[in-house]
Every structure is written in C-alpha cells, then in structure tokens.
C-alpha cells in the first residue's frame, strides 16, 4: 500500500482523506470524537472494515477527554449512528465496550488506542489471509483459461483504501499480481459515488491492468465471456449468506449467474452478522438525492460539483443491494472459502 489510510500519530489520528482521491493525495488529522464520525459519515473514510477501526479510533479520542462511564456510552453511540450498513462499525464498537468497561476510567484512554491499534493490525493479517485463499480461486481460473491474463470484475471498492491492509475483493488480486499470474480487471464506475474510480487509482498505483467500465457495461462483458469470474467485497452478510454490498452489486451477480461466471464475496469474518438472519434484515443506507443530481470531481485543481439535473428532481438513492445467497457462489474469509450457506 503505497499511503496509510488510518494510523495513530500522538495524541490523534491521521487519515487518508478519500473524498480527495483520485486527483489528490490529502491527509486529515482527528482530534476529537466529532472528526471522527463526520469523517465516517461525511466518507472522507469509507469502507467497512476501514470504517469499523475509524470508530475504535473515535473512542480513544474520546476517551482522551472523558474517559467517563457516560463519555464512553455517549462515543459508543454517537459513533454507531453514522452509517447503517456496514456491520463492522458494530462489531468494532462492541469490542471497544468489552475492552473497555473492564477497565478503571483512568486508564481507558491508553486502552482503547491499544485495543484500536490491535484492530488494525488484525485488519492487516485478515486481509491478507483472505488473499492467500481468493488466490487459490485466480489459480484454478488460470488453470482453465491458459495463456492469457484472468479477467476479473470487481464493484466499488474494496482494495487497501476500504481497509488496513491489501483489502478484501482486490486482496488476491494483488496476491496474484504479486505471484506472476495475469490479471486483467474489469472495474465499475459505482455510481452515484463512483468508488470504482479509487479501485481504478489502486491499481494503477500497483502496476495492474485494468479498464473502467460505466456500470451499465458490466451485463455485456459477462454475456460476451470477457469475465472469468466477479470478485466484490460486502458490507454485511446475513446469517443465511444474504449479502449486503455497494447498489449494483445484485445486477451484476444475475448476469453471472445467468451466464454460469463464478461470483465471490470476499469479506472477514467481522462482516458476517450473526445476528441478522437473512437479507431483508439488513439495514440499507439512504444517502442525500444530491449525490444523484450532481457528478462530483476536480476543477483547477479544486473539488468541485456540478449539476446534472435540477435541484427540483426527485431523486431515490440507496447506497447497498442484497445480492441473495443462491446468487453467491462462495465467499472467501481470513478463515477460508465457504459456500454462502455453510459460513463459519
Ligand atoms: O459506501 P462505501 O464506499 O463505504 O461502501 C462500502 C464499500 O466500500 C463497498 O461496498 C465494498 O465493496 C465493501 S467494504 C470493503
């Protein structure tokens, strides 16, 4: 990873600003609790193991001020409102209440950034045992295809910039790159917010071919055989192996299944939500209708937006879709590769 997405740096934390990228590399610092769940919300950070330790880092910040029993409950909740899908901001979040409320209120500051710093570095390995195990399904695919570079589809972004690490769907990507197997990607837009450009900007970065595609490509590519297989990451898997990822998801895994192309969910066990048992539970974000009515990018050299429909149009903008299990061919975890209704 050539830039840190998160990291610790005295008594704050320094973040990859996201919402700069792919014109500019920025980083931001946070101080408080309120800078890190308006960079959570607000998506200066995104992803969702990337948002999980961002809000373990909240809570040191937090605690940093008042290490309270009352500044613990009020960061807990604060920073578990910011965004709905994305179960790894729970899980982090329960974590640093077990870590935590066990420990005298003098010492939680310390604690907590121990108990953040040890998310990250379990991020790290996460992703790349996840690597290791989704190489084995790039391996089979070379097998079968010779003498020519995998052509892999992948939606949103799931790289190193939605993590600590390599990522997750892009993790044996990498894996593979690294290995000598060619790989060809095949990378989404993924409006309204097109993460598919950050995907676009990692991969150039490590050197991996790569073409963009507008979303509405991807069914023609899978019809014409110009994909191998689908890699994305998720946001939430139901208990049942429904899985909650970035809107365009569940289009993509139809026309897979349609045309017999293998579809992977590549994710860490954090991701997979016990406690929801299929994908209808699943809470899906609703984001601002602007994010619709506007393209977002650069102008001289400054972000800028500029609108493609009046202010007046009625827009629907939910940011995730539930890709059904029958729909998922296997989803590759730190722990291995599982069939969607048999998770671990
Ligand atoms: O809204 P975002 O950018 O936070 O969306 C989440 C994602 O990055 C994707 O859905 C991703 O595939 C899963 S997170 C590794």
Redesign the pocket.
């Known amino acids: 990873m050539p830039h840190k997405t998160l990291y610790r740096d005295h008594d704050g934390a320094v973040i990859l600003d996201q919402t700069q990228l792919p014109f500019r590399v920025a980083d931001r610092r946070l101080r408080r609790l309120e800078d890190a769940s308006d960079a959570i919300r607000g ?1 200066q950070v ?4 990337l ?1 999980g330790a961002t809000a373990a880092c909240g809570v040191a910040l937090a605690m940093q001020v008042d290490s309270s029993d009352s500044a613990l409950e009020r960061a807990l909740e604060t920073l578990g409102a910011t965004r709905p899908t ?1 179960v790894n901001l729970h899980w982090a979040l329960a974590r640093m209440r077990t870590a935590l409320s066990r420990v005298p209120a003098d010492m939680r500051a310390e604690a907590a950034w121990t108990e953040f710093e040890t998310i990250c570095r379990e991020d790290i390995e996460t992703n790349a045992a996840i690597g290791r195990h989704g190489l084995d399904l790039i391996h089979q695919a070379a097998g079968k295809h010779g003498d020519r570079p995998v052509r892999v589809m992948t ?4 790289g190193w910039l ?2 600590l690490g390599h990522g ?2 892009l993790a044996p990507i990498y894996a593979a790159h690294r290995a000598g197997v060619p790989v060809e990607v095949w990378v989404s837009e993924t409006r309204p ?1 097109n ?1 598919g450009l950050l995907t676009a900007w990692e991969l150039r970065e490590e050197g991996i071919a790569h073409r963009l595609i507008a979303d509405n490509a991807a069914g023609l590519l899978i019809a014409r055989g110009e994909v191998d297989l689908v890699i ?4 939430r898997v139901a208990a049942n192996g429904d899985t909650a ?2 809107v365009g998801t569940y289009l993509k895994a139809l026309a897979a299944a349609d045309n017999g192309v293998p579809f992977y969910i590549a994710a860490p066990r954090s991701t997979i939500d016990a406690n929801c048992p299929r994908g209808s539970d699943i809470p899906i974000e609703q984001r601002d209708g602007n994010e619709v009515r506007q393209l977002h990018g650069m102008r001289h050299g400054v972000p800028d937006s500029i609108a493609i429909a009046p202010p007046e149009v009625a827009v629907a903008n939910p ?2 879709d539930v890709t059904p299990a029958r729909l998922i061919t296997a989803i590759v975890t730190e722990a291995g590769i599982f069939p969607p209704d048999a998770l671990p």
């Not at 995104?46 to 193991?49: D, I, S, T, V």
């Not at 939606?155 to 799931?158: E, V």
């Open positions: 998506m995104r992803g969702a193991p948002i994305a939606h949103c972004n799931a939605a993590t997750t769907a917010r993460q994305t990451g998720a946001d990822n970035k940011a995730f």
